[in-house]
């Protein structure tokens, strides 16, 4: 089940469009191992996913589940499926329980004085977070309760065309 694009050189930057017989050959793949995607379907794979493995489009697959009788998920059930927001706090497994969220946060607020001078000198609300393990949110409700001033964010610099007038 490989297809794959022919290699281009390196110093190629054109993007490798499959042919449609390339395609039709994966459609034709997916189709024949229907009980397999299915198996994975239920077994709670996003389409997205079973689609890029069988290089296929996502819409085009989803219709055949329906065709073959597979009942669809619905968007809430998909979005259950997704990944939780917490991600922020990387290898963490499991959720926590409120205790360990208090400690947490009480190590933090021990420390008052260090993280205000730290963000002062330019530490990242997300990378304190990361270390003491606690919501980015409540980091910086606890900066505007210490009365540290906050950084703004960087605004994004666009190229102005000068050619064009304006509006």
Same mark, same amino acid.
Request: aromatic residues 6%; charged residues 30%.
């Given at each position: 089940?490989d297809?794959?694009p022919?290699?281009?050189?390196?110093?190629?930057?054109?993007?490798?469009?499959r042919?449609?017989?390339e395609?039709?050959?994966a459609?034709d793949?997916?189709?024949a191992d229907?009980?397999r995607?299915?198996e994975?379907?239920?077994a709670?794979e996003p389409?997205?996913?079973?689609?890029?493995d069988?290089?296929?489009n996502?819409?085009?697959?989803a219709?055949r589940l329906?065709e073959?009788g597979?009942?669809r998920r619905h968007?809430h059930?998909?979005?259950?499926?997704?990944?939780?927001?917490?991600?922020v706090?990387?290898?963490r497994?499991k959720?926590?329980?409120?205790a360990e969220?208090?400690?947490?946060?009480?190590k933090?607020?021990a420390? @008052?004085? #260090?993280?205000?001078?730290r963000?002062?000198a330019?530490?990242? +609300?997300?990378?304190l &977070?990361?270390?003491?393990? !606690?919501?980015?949110?409540w980091?910086?409700? @606890?900066? #505007?309760?210490?009365?540290v001033?906050r950084?703004?964010r960087? +605004?994004?610099?666009? &190229?102005?065309d000068?050619? !064009?007038?304006?509006h």
């Amino acid at each position: 089940m490989d297809v794959k694009p022919t290699p281009t050189p390196a110093h190629d930057n054109r993007v490798e469009r499959r042919t449609y017989a390339e395609k039709a050959a994966a459609r034709d793949a997916a189709r024949a191992d229907s009980t397999r995607i299915i198996e994975r379907y239920q077994a709670r794979e996003p389409v997205s996913r079973i689609a890029a493995d069988y290089r296929v489009n996502p819409d085009w697959l989803a219709l055949r589940l329906v065709e073959w009788g597979i009942h669809r998920r619905h968007r809430h059930e998909a979005h259950a499926l997704r990944r939780p927001a917490g991600h922020v706090f990387r290898g963490r497994t499991k959720r926590r329980t409120t205790a360990e969220v208090r400690d947490a946060q009480a190590k933090f607020t021990a420390n @008052r004085d #260090d993280i205000s001078a730290r963000y002062l000198a330019g530490a990242s +609300v997300t990378g304190l &977070a990361r270390e003491y393990q !606690v919501a980015p949110t409540w980091i910086a409700e @606890r900066l #505007d309760d210490w009365g540290v001033p906050r950084r703004k964010r960087p +605004v994004p610099t666009q &190229a102005h065309d000068t050619t !064009v007038p304006p509006h």
